[in-house]
């Protein structure tokens, strides 16, 4: 895991200096670019590319998100972090500047897992991700208004050839899992492949946002954290992180 400890910010560059100068430039191999898509609002697009940035870290990774969504939210996580003294993994707002252009400026620098928090509401957006990406997380909530919108990513998604799977997050606990049964029927039916691991709905996630953390950092030994390590490993095994 990368050290944690007080970061300044380059100038005019959202990158922490650890990335500036405790990885010599031009020696970086290339990067694993997963795009975490959901085109429906409030799946916990957010969340899932916050756990997976902080499991690469876990993983002795040097990860980065970029925030293409306007909305910010990973942004302003990023932000309460580092004025928490955590200086990863680097949060780096999209801007008006292009997804090439800053995935080969952290790539440069060192980064071997980069995550896009994209987007909802927009195909422009998403395929712009995609073109730069080596693989797909797509995120949906196991109802039919969700999984509905999941066709449309997926028909984005597929597209572009590039490892994928759907990511079940806030699934229903215990005698109310028959939510994620019929969405599985239907993922099978349309040939979308998913992540056997569901992330179970718990208030832990909104906690863990609160303080600035994620899952695995807040709740080491939870229920929780331990449904995102298996999905990092399945994600892992499929080369889509």
């Excluded at 990158?15 to 970086?28: E, K, N, Q, T, Y």
């Excluded at 080969?104 to 998403?126: F, M, N, W, Y």
Aim: net charge positive; with cysteine.
């Amino acid at each position: 895991m990368l050290p944690y400890g007080k970061v300044a910010l380059a100038p005019h560059r959202h990158v922490p200096l650890w990335f500036r100068h405790h990885v010599a430039i031009g020696d970086s191999a290339m990067a694993s670019v997963v795009s975490v898509i959901s085109q429906k609002g409030g799946a916990g697009k957010t969340t899932v590319a916050q756990c997976l940035a902080i499991e690469a870290l876990r993983q002795g990774m040097a990860a980065a998100i970029i925030d293409a969504d306007p909305q910010k939210s990973a942004s302003d996580w990023g932000s309460q972090r580092e004025q928490a003294g955590i200086d990863a993994p680097a949060v780096i707002s999209l801007g008006t500047r292009s997804l090439r252009t800053v995935v080969k400026e952290l790539q440069d620098r060192g980064a071997s897992l980069i995550v896009i928090d994209t987007p909802p509401h927009s195909a422009p957006a998403i395929n712009a991700a995609l073109e730069v990406s080596t693989g797909a997380a797509m995120v949906t909530r196991p109802n039919p208004m969700d999984i509905r919108a999941l066709e449309a990513t997926w028909a984005i998604v597929d597209r572009m050839k590039k490892p994928s799977a759907t990511i079940f997050t806030q699934t229903p606990p215990g005698n109310r899992a028959k939510a994620l049964s019929l969405a599985l029927g239907r993922l099978k039916e349309l040939g979308i492949p998913h992540c056997p691991t569901p992330l179970t709905y718990t208030l832990s996630y909104p906690y863990a946002q609160a303080e600035a953390l994620a899952i695995q950092e807040r709740e080491p030994t939870s229920k929780a954290r331990a449904e995102v390590a298996e999905v990092w490993a399945w994600l892992r095994r499929k080369a889509i992180v």
